[in-house]
Every structure is written in structure tokens, then in C-alpha cells.
């Protein structure tokens, strides 16, 4: 695109007085109007043609590869061209609705600028397009391009607070602690032959062993490792709605992160499932601590949907996917009848094969409103109404338990730590 200046404006303008004296004049010096306009029409065709042209222009682009939702990253852009560089190039970095580049407008010194890049939400954010423009020498044309560069950064959870959340629960010392304990304990896996002492069960004496080195041996186990566990997360519209300040999906999010990064550090594997009217999202079972980041990144991709959940649609690919018994964990919310009774259905399927942590919201809204005293009428209603949703959402949980399903439930400020503790009472008492 090339546009005139604004000197090329003021220039053209310039010239309509002394036209309008002469005119008044001469009445034969009108046509010198003509003539002055002519001229600025012709500079500014020939700047613009002796500036460098947008086919000569490459911009290079060093954006973050992804972005928690509570920092802020950086974005270098820097301009390149074939022949020598205009004096002053303005840029303009374009984004989609989950970010935001600040500042608006940027003058790059040297050719080169960096830009502040702030998540707005939670999401698969994106550089869309970079904006560059650039005067002509004689300053009368701006030409100026755009460059669909669609960058993806995405924006994820706060992965530092989850760190700091998972060093406060169990700091290093504490988690190597755990791991000692959960390893060598009651498990059922072997680790290794130890003379006997106090400390082992006179059952695990090995007696052939012992008779071979002339001393009692006893076997010693560990619970086993590699368990897979899936975090299947509904993002539906009923999650999208808020909890404690929060969306319920945006929530889970954190909890399963939170869990993931104990269980990784503990040898099992994890993965993340998320669905809504349809599966959405999954993947794949990763091991090791250094595979959080690709649960991190790949954790953008559930977002906030308007659409109704389909429990069998979304629980039904996920079980078709697991080959092996797996711990799966399932956040969901759930407000009517029907799409309780189709969630219980579809559950119980995936319970005949696998062990299942359903994650239940507390809402501590609506148990405030069943035990506030009322004042008036609408409070009395109010009460009634919240004591009939109470009432439901326990039913529900209690239907599941009779199914086999662990239910963890907590307030959502206590989520992530509840949930974290039922996954290691379960790999305790070798459930998993």
C-alpha cells in the first residue's frame, strides 16, 4: 500500500493560495492551480518510485513460544532491507483477542524494536500479522506492508504458581522423601534381597536364597512406576463458568497441571484429554519431568467453549484411546438431570476397566446461601433453590461412589492440594 504524507498534503495545499492571488490578479494564472498540483502529483510518483520497494523488505520475528497467563514476554522484530534503509520505519504488531502488543505504534531505531507482549486469557494466542511502513527519500509517500507472519504463542496457565504450589506441598528434600517411601514400601514390584530385620514382614523371607547364603533374606518391594493417568477435562459451556473469580475449566487446569508435575517427578506417566461437544484435545502419554512443558503448551488448546458437553461422544473416545488400566481423572460440572444421568452412564463404562477420580467443585456460593438467615422473601427462595441444587449434586457423588468412582471434593482455592493428595493415597495403597 503507498499513501501520500502528510508533507505531500500540505505541499499540494500549499499552493492554492498564491493559485487563488493570482486568479484574482490575472484571471489567465488559474490554470497555474493545475499546474502546481501536477507537480506534487509527479514528486510523489517519482518518490515513490526510487524508494525501496516492499519485495525488498524481510521482517524477522523473535516471539516467545509461549506465555503463563500471569507474565509478560518480549517480542524482537527486526527489519531488513536489500539496499539501504529509510531513515524512519514505524511498526505495528497485530494479535489475536488473547493478547495484546504494547506499545500500539513502534519507531525502530536501527531497524530493529522490541514490543511487550501481555496475555489477555488463557488460550491459543497468536502473532497475527506485523505492519511495517516507511517514507520515500523526499518524505512525500509512505509505502507500507503487511506480513501474515500467524506466529502461535500460546497462553498458559500460570506455570509459576504451580511450581511454587507443588515446592511449598513438597519441597525437594520432601518429594524425595515421598518417592523413598512410595518405592520402598508394600508395593508389589522386586527390588532387592535384604538380610531380615525388625523392619520386614517375616513373610517375605526368601527361604531358598537364605539357605543358599546361610542367613535369613527377606524380598524387599516398591510400589510400582509408570502408571499412566489421564486428566480429562471438560471445557464446555458449564466450566466456562466462573468459580471463586475463576472459569471451573481454568481451575482444573491448574489442578491437573499441579498433579501432573508430582506424578511425573514420581516416574508415572500423564496426559490430558479435553472435550466438550466433541473430543478436542489429546496428548499422549508423556514420562519425565522435562515432558511437563509439552502438558503446559498443549494445555492452550482447551478453551472456553459455548457448546454443550457430549459425555459420550468426549468419554468414549477417551476410553477407545487406553489400551492399559489407567488412573483417569475427570473434571466436569454438571447442573440438570439429563446430562447428569448421561454423565453417570458414560462413567460407569469407563469404571469397569479403569480406576476414576471424579473432581467435584465445591461451590461454597450456594452453601452460602442455604446458610445465610433470611431476611425476605427472595432470600427464603434463594435458600430453597440452593438447597434443591445441594441436594442433586450429592445424590449424583453418591451414585458414582456406589459405582467405584474416588470422588475428591473441595473448595476451589484447596483444588489443586486436594487432588494432589487423593493421587498419592491411591499410589499408596497400590490402586493405580
Given at each position: 500500500?503507498?499513501?501520500?504524507?502528510?508533507?505531500?498534503?500540505?505541499?499540494?495545499?500549499?499552493g492554492?493560495?498564491?493559485?487563488?492571488?493570482?486568479?484574482l490578479?490575472?484571471?489567465?494564472?488559474?490554470?497555474?492551480?493545475?499546474?502546481?498540483?501536477?507537480?506534487?502529483?509527479?514528486?510523489?510518483?517519482?518518490?515513490?518510485?526510487?524508494?525501496?520497494?516492499?519485495?525488498?523488505?524481510?521482517l524477522?520475528?523473535?516471539?516467545?513460544?509461549?506465555?503463563?497467563?500471569?507474565g509478560?514476554?518480549?517480542?524482537?522484530?527486526?527489519?531488513?532491507?536489500?539496499?539501504?534503509?529509510?531513515?524512519?520505519?514505524?511498526?505495528?504488531?497485530?494479535?489475536?483477542?488473547?493478547?495484546?502488543?504494547?506499545?500500539?505504534?513502534l519507531?525502530?531505531?536501527?531497524?530493529?524494536g522490541?514490543?511487550?507482549?501481555?496475555?489477555?486469557?488463557?488460550?491459543?494466542?497468536?502473532?497475527?500479522?506485523?505492519?511495517?511502513?516507511?517514507?520515500?527519500?523526499?518524505?512525500?509517500?509512505?509505502?507500507?506492508?503487511?506480513?501474515?507472519?500467524?506466529?502461535?504463542v500460546?497462553?498458559?496457565?500460570?506455570?509459576?504458581?504451580?511450581?511454587?504450589?507443588?515446592?511449598?506441598?513438597f519441597?525437594?528434600?520432601?518429594?524425595?522423601?515421598?518417592?523413598?517411601?512410595?518405592?520402598?514400601?508394600?508395593?508389589?514390584?522386586?527390588?532387592?534381597?535384604?538380610?531380615?530385620?525388625g523392619?520386614?514382614?517375616?513373610?517375605a523371607?526368601d527361604?531358598?536364597?537364605?539357605?543358599?547364603?546361610?542367613?535369613?533374606?527377606?524380598?524387599?518391594?516398591?510400589?510400582?512406576?509408570?502408571?499412566?493417568?489421564?486428566?480429562?477435562?471438560?471445557?464446555?459451556?458449564?466450566?466456562?463458568?466462573?468459580?471463586?473469580?475463576?472459569?471451573?475449566?481454568?481451575?482444573?487446569?491448574?489442578?491437573?497441571?499441579?498433579t501432573?508435575?508430582?506424578?511425573?517427578?514420581?516416574?508415572?506417566r500423564?496426559a490430558?484429554?479435553?472435550?466438550?461437544?466433541?473430543?478436542?484435545?489429546?496428548?499422549?502419554l508423556?514420562?519425565g519431568a522435562?515432558?511437563?512443558?509439552?502438558?503446559?503448551?498443549?494445555?492452550?488448546a482447551i478453551?472456553?467453549?459455548?457448546?454443550e458437553?457430549?459425555?459420550?461422544?468426549?468419554?468414549?473416545?477417551?476410553?477407545?484411546?487406553?489400551?492399559?488400566?489407567?488412573?483417569?481423572?475427570?473434571?466436569?460440572?454438571?447442573?440438570?438431570?439429563t446430562?447428569?444421568?448421561?454423565?453417570?452412564?458414560?462413567?460407569?463404562?469407563?469404571?469397569?476397566?479403569?480406576?476414576?477420580?471424579f473432581?467435584?467443585?465445591?461451590d461454597?456460593?450456594?452453601?452460602?446461601?442455604?446458610a445465610?438467615?433470611?431476611?425476605?422473601?427472595?432470600?427464603?427462595?434463594?435458600?430453597?433453590t440452593?438447597?434443591?441444587?445441594l441436594?442433586?449434586?450429592?445424590?449424583?457423588?453418591?451414585?458414582?461412589?456406589?459405582?467405584?468412582?474416588?470422588?475428591?471434593?473441595?473448595?476451589?482455592?484447596?483444588?489443586?492440594?486436594?487432588?494432589?493428595?487423593?493421587?498419592?493415597d491411591?499410589?499408596?495403597?497400590?490402586?493405580?
Amino acid at each position: 500500500m503507498i499513501y501520500p504524507t502528510r508533507r505531500a498534503i500540505v505541499l499540494a495545499a500549499a499552493g492554492a493560495p498564491p493559485a487563488l492571488i493570482a486568479g484574482l490578479v490575472a484571471p489567465g494564472w488559474w490554470a497555474a492551480a493545475g499546474g502546481w498540483v501536477a507537480l506534487v502529483l509527479g514528486l510523489v510518483l517519482v518518490d515513490a518510485l526510487i524508494g525501496p520497494a516492499r519485495d525488498e523488505v524481510s521482517l524477522i520475528l523473535d516471539a516467545p513460544t509461549q506465555l503463563g497467563i500471569a507474565g509478560v514476554g518480549e517480542a524482537r522484530i527486526a527489519a531488513r532491507f536489500a539496499g539501504a534503509r529509510p531513515r524512519r520505519l514505524g511498526l505495528a504488531v497485530e494479535t489475536n483477542d488473547r493478547l495484546t502488543a504494547s506499545p500500539d505504534r513502534l519507531y525502530l531505531q536501527r531497524g530493529e524494536g522490541t514490543v511487550r507482549l501481555t496475555p489477555v486469557r488463557r488460550g491459543a494466542g497468536e502473532i497475527t500479522a506485523l505492519w511495517l511502513r516507511w517514507p520515500g527519500p523526499l518524505g512525500l509517500v509512505w509505502k507500507q506492508m503487511r506480513d501474515p507472519v500467524r506466529r502461535p504463542v500460546p497462553v498458559t496457565p500460570n506455570i509459576e504458581a504451580i511450581k511454587a504450589e507443588a515446592v511449598r506441598l513438597f519441597s525437594r528434600q520432601a518429594l524425595s522423601g515421598v518417592k523413598a517411601q512410595l518405592d520402598l514400601g508394600d508395593g508389589s514390584d522386586f527390588h532387592a534381597l535384604k538380610e531380615l530385620t525388625g523392619e520386614l514382614d517375616t513373610r517375605a523371607i526368601d527361604w531358598k536364597q537364605s539357605a543358599r547364603h546361610m542367613k535369613l533374606l527377606g524380598k524387599e518391594f516398591r510400589a510400582e512406576t509408570n502408571h499412566p493417568i489421564v486428566f480429562a477435562i471438560d471445557g464446555g459451556r458449564q466450566m466456562t463458568e466462573p468459580l471463586a473469580g475463576a472459569p471451573r475449566v481454568d481451575l482444573a487446569l491448574n489442578a491437573a497441571l499441579l498433579t501432573a508435575f508430582v506424578c511425573l517427578k514420581l516416574g508415572d506417566r500423564a496426559a490430558i484429554f479435553g472435550f466438550d461437544s466433541r473430543p478436542r484435545l489429546y496428548t499422549g502419554l508423556v514420562s519425565g519431568a522435562s515432558a511437563f512443558e509439552r502438558l503446559r503448551r498443549a494445555s492452550a488448546a482447551i478453551d472456553y467453549s459455548p457448546e454443550e458437553t457430549n459425555y459420550t461422544l468426549g468419554l468414549t473416545e477417551l476410553g477407545a484411546r487406553l489400551q492399559r488400566r489407567s488412573l483417569l481423572v475427570v473434571f466436569t460440572e454438571f447442573t440438570d438431570q439429563t446430562t447428569a444421568e448421561l454423565m453417570i452412564e458414560n462413567i460407569g463404562r469407563l469404571v469397569r476397566r479403569h480406576l476414576v477420580l471424579f473432581v467435584v467443585f465445591r461451590d461454597e456460593e450456594l452453601e452460602a446461601l442455604v446458610a445465610r438467615e433470611p431476611v425476605t422473601a427472595e432470600d427464603v427462595t434463594r435458600a430453597v433453590t440452593a438447597q434443591m441444587l445441594l441436594k442433586n449434586r450429592e445424590v449424583v457423588i453418591e451414585r458414582l461412589r456406589r459405582l467405584g468412582v474416588h470422588i475428591v471434593d473441595a473448595p476451589a482455592g484447596r483444588m489443586g492440594p486436594a487432588l494432589l493428595d487423593a493421587y498419592l493415597d491411591l499410589k499408596r495403597r497400590e490402586l493405580l
